[in-house]
Nanobody
Framework: QVQLVESGGGLVQPGGSLRLSCAAS????????MGWYRQAPGKQRELVAS???????NYADSVKGRFTISRDNAKNTMSLQMNSLKPEDTAVYYC???????????????WGQGTQVTVSS
């Protein structure tokens, strides 16, 4: 069993900051790509940012320069620092991880339960 636990969501004013965290635990042999997705009401889930085990990052154009993704490979944790938040950043944010649970098995994809981020004055 693998669990992804997210934390750090909440209500913030436009221009403010939040930091999201995701911790993967359980039967984990190796973690590959970790990422954050978000889904706003009435919209499809979209990739916000991702990071490989080697530290290569990828960001949606809408968050470049404002959000920073990072990870701690030793602890299987990931964070998303969100600065200069805008009302259009309001969404449920999901942690997503590709990992191997048992040596020799294939990559499995796991999702966190989601954490609400609301940007409003």
């Amino acid at each position: 069993q693998v669990q992804l636990v997210e934390s750090g969501g909440g209500l913030v004013q436009p221009g403010g900051s939040l930091r999201l965290s995701c911790a993967a635990s359980g039967s984990i042999f190796r973690v590959n790509i970790m990422g954050w997705y978000r889904q706003a009401p009435g919209k499809q889930r979209e990739l916000v940012a991702s990071i490989t085990g080697g530290g290569n990052t990828n960001y949606a154009d809408s968050v470049k320069g404002r959000f920073t993704i990072s990870r701690d490979n030793a602890k299987n944790t990931m964070s998303l620092q969100m600065n200069s938040l805008k009302p259009e950043d309001t969404a449920v944010y999901y942690c997503n991880v590709f990992l191997v649970t048992v040596p020799g098995s294939g990559w499995m994809n796991y999702w966190g339960q989601g954490t609400q981020v609301t940007v409003s004055s």
